[in-house]
């Protein structure tokens, strides 16, 4: 277990409104991602980051931003919710042998 | 684009049954992972294995690279193996480590 924790845990917001989601790994990991669940379409990836200030785009990055200014910090910004963005987020970190990724326990977020 | 493709999308098994899931990928592995979602949202890796075999007490899994899939074996099946079972791989070669998961296979394990 990484020691990743999310926050929040759910979320209801309204359409429009910016929206900041939080992870934090204790574990010095080096890669961390940001995923969304949605029913019929598994785990798919949002952003993720390789290191300090160094992120880039997964296949569903549209609305979505993200910051990296500690190794142990990954935020994810909704700049405008919509109600397409209802989802469960997922962070994960990869451990230091590039070979296993470790989640949170996940943000429940929904936007009316 | 890239295709990672889950079969069966469903299972409903006895315990004590055995299943095997697998996974096709539409190009070359770099790294490759299976991870169990139980059913209270948590997701917990159960292999890295980009090819080759390996076991972990009723669970074991197989990845075939140069044919492009890989299978879990699930042995004895118990309750709290039922959840959602993901596939998750990296096709680049450029060591981005960027996952790609399948949509999952649904088992469900009666008493």
């Known amino acids: 277990d990484a020691g990743i924790t999310q926050s929040p845990r759910h979320k209801v917001t309204e359409t429009g409104t910016p929206v900041t989601l939080r992870c934090h790994q204790t574990e010095n990991h080096r890669y961390m991602y940001w995923y969304r669940q949605d029913p019929g379409h598994g785990l798919r990836l949002i952003h993720y980051s390789y290191g300090v200030k160094d992120t880039d785009k997964g296949e569903v990055s549209d609305g979505y931003s993200v910051s990296r200014s500690k190794t142990e910090d990954f935020l994810l910004t909704l700049e405008s919710a919509t109600s397409s963005q209802t989802s469960v987020y997922f962070c994960?970190?990869?451990?230091?042998?590039?070979?296993?990724?470790?989640f949170g326990p996940g943000t429940r977020l929904l936007v009316l | 684009g890239i295709q990672v493709e889950q079969s069966p999308p469903d299972l409903i098994l006895q315990e004590g049954a055995n299943s095997t899931l697998r996974c096709n990928f539409s190009?070359?592995?770099?790294?490759l992972q299976w991870f169990h979602q139980n059913p209270w949202g948590q997701l917990i890796n159960l292999f890295y294995i980009p090819s080759g075999t390996k076991q972990n007490g009723r669970l074991s899994a197989t990845t075939v690279a140069t044919e492009r899939y890989s299978l879990l074996y699930i042995s004895s099946s118990q309750t709290t193996d039922s959840g959602v079972y993901f596939c998750a791989v990296d096709l680049t070669t450029s060591g981005t480590y960027k996952y790609i998961f399948g949509t999952g296979t649904r088992l469900k394990v009666l008493a």
């Open positions: 190009d070359s592995v770099n790294n």
């Open positions: 994960a970190s990869l451990g230091p042998q590039q070979e296993t990724q470790y």
